[in-house]
């Protein structure tokens, strides 16, 4: 490739600052923040601003056959938006407009780059809710939650990312304009391409706009800790909390490991002789009724204690201590592999049963914190990239734990997508029949191959 043609060509159709080359700028954009993932480095990055310029972009790349990996605000944990060697990082985090919020329709249409928090704000600003709420809400983009299908805390409740998104707006490998979906509550015109683009990790196009579903804003949240002497007892109190009818709006486990890294670093004051930490919330018209059931299941299940937050502060307070969990054990050891296995809400107590039976047998520390009412939970294997012998330990016990999950019924990803990281395990779960599938739509989108090459699958 001729690096000075395509350096001419971006430049003749993006602004001067919207084309970096110094390696020293271009490196901080080399990856994501997964843990065991190679990345390139990338010819240069581009930051453009409107769709016209993503076009632009993307005839250049068909021109001259240069791979393009798009990039959100990079806090994936699978190594997705990693750059390869000569690409092109396609980097959307300047697109970040809100355009619409329309209360009648109840939909917002944003531009890929709007941070999740940003959105969520504005739109309760006018009585409105925008639910997929990853733990990091406050930095990761639209654009990038619709990339992998994120997930977040008040899934139990209200659903995932893909729930959301009506319709998207896409610049296709050639340069091309789609359109997907619409912005009525139904729709059912034809094969539902929306869908298939989110979570396909921009595999398949670039997602320039989007328009996403709201709800009416619900009432304030009130939470409660309930304290267990297992975890499992406190997955049997998750089973019989869904299995009686209640609807919490999120319903999340941290283990003892989970709870000391918090308190360590944030000084939460969370109880750190207990095994599981149980929260739930609920944001009913009568949030203190309902905890009051959850609170008599939990203690019937084995909770030693059981404390209902009296304030909307204290409840967020617990909530906060959810969210710092990954950050958290990052600092244990410097380093984590952070795994994303979904499992039946009924098998939850034996993959948590297995996790520990997995760090002790190589001798590992294992936190782990779970979005318990829905199986989803992130085991955290810490661990110190300087010792070889850990860090190969480090890696066979994340891939135990991956097919742990599949032995269980359940999925290697509930969220943070496959990117790098679990390519060889996607091809596991999916099967031959369904690799090829996936292989022929790809090619139908990408003839070429320039989308995030060598990712997914």
Request: aromatic residues 4%; hydrophobic residues 45%.
């Amino acid at each position: 490739m001729d690096s000075a043609k395509l350096i001419e060509r971006l430049h003749s159709g993006l602004p001067e600052d919207a084309v970096l080359t110094d390696p020293d700028v271009t490196v901080s954009y080399a990856h994501d923040m997964a843990s065991f993932c190679e990345a390139g480095t990338p010819a240069a990055v581009v930051l453009p601003r409107t769709v016209e310029q993503v076009q632009h972009v993307m005839r250049t790349a068909t021109e001259l056959r240069v791979p393009v990996v798009p990039q959100g605000a990079r806090t994936g944990l699978s190594g997705a938006a990693n750059a390869s060697d000569g690409c092109l990082v396609l980097s959307l985090t300047k697109m970040d407009r809100i355009l619409e919020i329309d209360p009648v329709d109840r939909v917002a249409v944003v531009e890929p780059g709007v941070i999740n928090a940003t959105l969520s704000r504005a739109v309760a600003a006018q009585g409105l809710y925008y639910p997929p709420d990853p733990s990091s809400w406050e930095m990761c983009s639209i654009g990038g939650n619709i990339g992998t299908a994120s997930g977040g805390l008040c899934c139990v409740k209200y659903g995932v990312t893909a729930e959301y998104v009506l319709g998207l707006t896409v610049v296709l490998a050639d340069g091309s304009l789609l359109n997907t979906g619409r912005r009525t509550a139904k729709g059912v015109a034809g094969y539902d391409l929306t869908r298939l683009f989110v979570g396909s990790e921009g595999s398949l196009g670039i997602v320039v706009r989007a328009t996403l579903a709201l709800k009416p804003e619900p009432p304030q949240q009130l939470a409660l800790a309930a304290e267990f002497p297992t975890a499992a007892a406190a997955c049997e109190a998750v089973c019989r909390i869904m299995a009686d009818g209640h609807a919490p709006a999120l319903l999340e486990l941290m283990d003892r490991t989970s709870i000391q890294a918090v308190n360590a670093m944030a000084n939460m004051g969370l109880p750190e002789t207990t095994e599981a930490l149980l929260l739930a919330a609920f944001d009913t018209p009568e949030p203190a009724r309902d905890l009051a059931a959850v609170a008599r299941v939990c203690t019937e299940a084995g909770a030693t204690e059981v404390v209902p937050a009296e304030t909307a502060a204290e409840s967020d307070l617990l909530l906060q201590a959810r969210r710092l969990t990954l950050t958290a054990l990052d600092r244990v050891k410097g380093v984590t592999m952070i795994d994303d296995v979904c499992v039946p809400r009924s098998r939850l107590g034996e993959l948590l049963e297995g996790v520990a039976a997995i760090a002790a047998r190589h001798d590992l520390t294992i936190g782990v914190c779970a979005h318990a009412g829905d199986g989803n939970t992130h085991p955290t294997v810490c661990f110190d990239p300087a010792d070889e012998d850990e860090a190969a330990r480090a890696r066979i016990s994340f891939d135990e734990i991956m097919g742990l999950g599949l032995e269980l019924g359940g999925t290697i990803t509930g969220e943070h997508g496959v990117g790098l990281l679990k390519k060889d395990w996607l091809a596991r779960e999916l099967g031959p029949v369904s690799l090829r599938l996936h292989r022929g739509i790809k090619e139908v989108f990408d003839p070429l191959g320039l989308l995030n090459p060598g990712k997914v699958f």
